[in-house]
């Protein structure tokens, strides 16, 4: 038996531009950043993905070639198609991929002109070190959200592989595919 299709409004199809706006100007460190938050509304919140599409987008699009973000427009897809229609599902790409671009690009540009011409400033200097433990706030949140933190199933072997590969990162010179790799054979295996 399937479940009905959503039905969702134009103050739907809103909401969620308006809040990838939002977070579009949250995300230092990329759009993973903020996934933990996009996993909240779209997911807790608002019911309109399962929880395996969620999850199975990031997964998708991190083991893709090219840009991680990509994962933003799996998730408009997958709402669109809870909508029962292409069309909504093409919409739902537009709306999630640009809330998540257009705002942090924009102010990414500028502050970066800026940034280059006053990189001497201490002002300067004291952000990009201040923002180092924001962006591994960030990014550790979305670790604990896909490791499966809130599942009930135990996961400490995808927390002994992730810890295992910040201390191989942290110490050696090995190049970050290997442990790509290295965990996808892992997950392939049953073993995370």
Not at 30 to 44: H, W, Y
Request: with cysteine.
């Amino acid at each position: 038996m399937t479940a009905a299709p959503l039905v969702l409004g134009w103050h739907d199809w809103l909401s969620l531009f308006v809040h990838f706006l939002m977070l579009s100007l949250m995300q230092f460190g990329g759009a993973i950043s903020v996934s933990a938050d996009m996993q909240r509304f779209l997911v807790e919140d608002k019911g309109w993905l399962a929880q395996s599409q969620f999850s199975d987008a990031i997964a998708l699009a991190q083991a893709a070639p090219g840009p991680n973000v990509l994962f933003v427009a799996l998730m408009g897809w997958h709402l669109g198609m809870n909508t029962g229609s292409l069309g909504a599902a093409l919409g739902g790409v537009a709306l999630t991929m640009a809330g998540i671009l257009l705002p942090s690009s924009i102010l990414n540009y500028h502050i970066a002109q800026w940034g280059h011409r006053n990189r001497e400033l201490r002002a300067v200097r004291a952000f990009r070190l201040g923002m180092a433990p924001i962006v591994i706030g960030m990014l550790l949140a979305t670790s604990w959200l896909l490791a499966g933190a809130g599942s009930g199933k135990s996961s400490w072997p995808a927390w002994l592989l992730a810890l295992l590969s910040c201390l191989l990162i942290w110490r050696t010179r090995l190049h970050l595919l290997w442990m790509l790799g290295a965990g996808a054979l892992l997950g392939a295996l049953g073993f995370v």
